[in-house]
């Protein structure tokens, strides 16, 4: 299996922080996607980000950017300026282009607090 | 704007017993899929549909069924609960395959005595 990694279980920082989540996958496809997700204490899961594989530019959104580093398979997940709203557990996905939803693979996730 | 609506959203079982797990969607999605959620596993898929009449065996489909006979509808059924299947499981639906956005229901959280 594809494995995705997000090697860091629990993230603390204090209201105000900048906080980078990691995310490394394994991949054999030549074009897939990569996703965030955010699950708040409310248990739904919302979707952040998607990523095609061939567009390697950097993207932002208020206050969250994202790094995309097809050299090193890393997409990691930046938060500026961190508010509490931002505690959650974060997951990181990879699908293949040509294998549909049904193939994605989720990493197990980083739980962030954010402490005010 | 339902989206994706699961219910129910807790159920204890206990051991042996069968219930079913209904998904519902709105948004006239093709594409439906049932994920459980476990401590430090992430999610992983258990069945999918990709129309109206079909399913497939995800990653981890034993122990579980389903049916789609509405479009708008994805059953998860457990015919002999057991403690391993206590999970907080997600229902998902897409508008194709890899198109668009996978949007998530809320969960349904599963405990089995």
């Known amino acids: 299996a594809q494995k995705v990694t997000q090697a860091q279980t629990e993230i603390s920082v204090v209201e105000k922080e900048d906080v980078t989540l990691d995310c490394v996958y394994e991949t054999r496809d030549t074009t897939y996607y990569l996703f965030w997700y955010k699950q708040p204490p409310s248990g739904e899961l919302v979707f952040l980000i998607r990523?095609?594989?061939?567009?390697?530019q950097n993207e932002i959104s208020g206050r969250y950017s994202w790094n995309f580093q097809k050299s090193t398979s890393s997409f990691n997940f930046t938060i500026t300026a961190s508010q509490v709203v931002d505690s959650a557990v974060y997951f990181c996905?990879?699908?293949?282009?040509?294998?549909?939803?049904?193939?994605?693979?989720f990493g197990t996730g980083t739980k962030l607090q954010v402490i005010p | 704007n339902a989206g994706v609506t699961q219910t129910p959203k807790f159920r204890v079982l206990k051991t042996g017993q069968s219930m079913t797990l209904l998904c519902a969607q709105d948004m006239n999605h093709e594409y439906m899929y049932w994920y459980r959620q476990d401590p430090g596993m992430g999610l992983r898929l258990i069945h999918y549909?990709?129309?109206?009449?079909?399913?497939a065996k995800g990653e981890v489909p034993d122990g579980y069924n389903v049916s789609r006979l509405k479009k708008q509808n994805f059953l998860l059924g457990l015919e002999s609960a057991a403690p391993s299947q206590t999970s907080v499981y997600f229902c998902a639906s897409s508008p194709g395959a890899i198109t668009g956005e996978l949007f998530f229901g809320e969960g349904s959280r599963l405990t089995v005595l």
């Open positions: 996905a990879r699908c293949p282009r040509s294998g549909g939803y049904q193939k994605v693979t």
């Open positions: 549909s990709v129309g109206e009449g079909t399913t």
């Open positions: 990523r095609n594989s061939f567009d390697e």
